[in-house]
Antibody, heavy 122, light 106 residues
């Protein structure tokens, strides 16, 4: 069974940092692009970042560019999101999601984790 | 970024009803349009990709159509488990989502 399990969320002060992890199982992790998305409380869905299967290609939403870094460890089947210079508007439930091809271009998000909550507040 | 709109924002329907949700893109997105279902406290679930392809395991009462800027999701006969919020999403360029359509019980 394909599964994604996020962890690492929590309460952080504005300007602080946090690293999210997503443990993948049930599929050949290195063969698929992976993404992070977020959903603020009672708000819509926002794509945050995508990384290709090899890790060579990384892409970011303008709202997080320069502050967030996506990475992956294909030997450990784990996806990461390093978040720094956090702002109140980054408060959201963060999901990791799989894309059905190596590059991810034009693809939907076909498997989602259950999410990990990040709250930025003093 | 391409803006996505949905109508209606919410609707009330009965079990067995035919339900249609509309999604519009601010510019042509070819057929790069996907639909997701989200239930309270759960992650979104992919229902339909590239406008009309049914994701594995999704019941055939769900269908999608459209091209360019205008798309629809149809549920042919609403079932109790279909009461949820539905989002459209484009992947023609930087992915963006519609605001959602909440389907609840009449």
């Amino acid at each position: 069974e394909v599964q994604l399990l996020e962890s690492g969320g929590g309460l952080v002060q504005p300007g602080g940092s946090l690293r999210l992890s997503c443990a993948a199982s049930g599929f050949t992790f290195s063969s698929y692009a992976m993404s992070w998305l977020r959903q603020a409380p009672r708000k819509g869905l926002e794509w945050v970042s995508t990384i290709s299967g090899s890790g060579a290609g990384t892409y970011y939403a303008d709202s997080v560019k320069g502050r967030f870094t996506i990475s992956r460890d294909n030997s450990e089947n784990t996806l990461y999101l390093q978040m720094s210079s956090l702002r109140a508007e980054d408060t959201a439930l963060y999901y990791c999601a799989k894309r059905p091809t190596l590059s991810g271009f034009g693809d939907p998000f076909d498997v989602w984790g259950q999410g990990t909550m990040v709250t930025v507040s003093s | 970024d391409i803006q996505m709109t949905q109508s209606p924002s919410s609707l009330s329907a009965s079990v067995g009803d035919r339900v249609t949700i509309t999604c519009r893109a601010s510019q042509s997105i070819s057929n790069y349009l996907n639909w997701y279902q989200q239930k309270p406290g759960k992650a979104p679930k992919l229902l339909i990709y590239t406008t009309s392809s049914l994701q594995s395991g999704v019941p055939s009462r769900f269908s999608g159509s459209g091209s360019g800027t205008d798309f629809t999701l149809t549920i042919s006969s609403l079932q109790p488990e279909d009461f949820a919020t539905y989002f459209c999403q484009q992947t023609y360029s930087t992915p963006t989502f519609g605001p959602g359509t909440k389907v609840d019980i009449k």
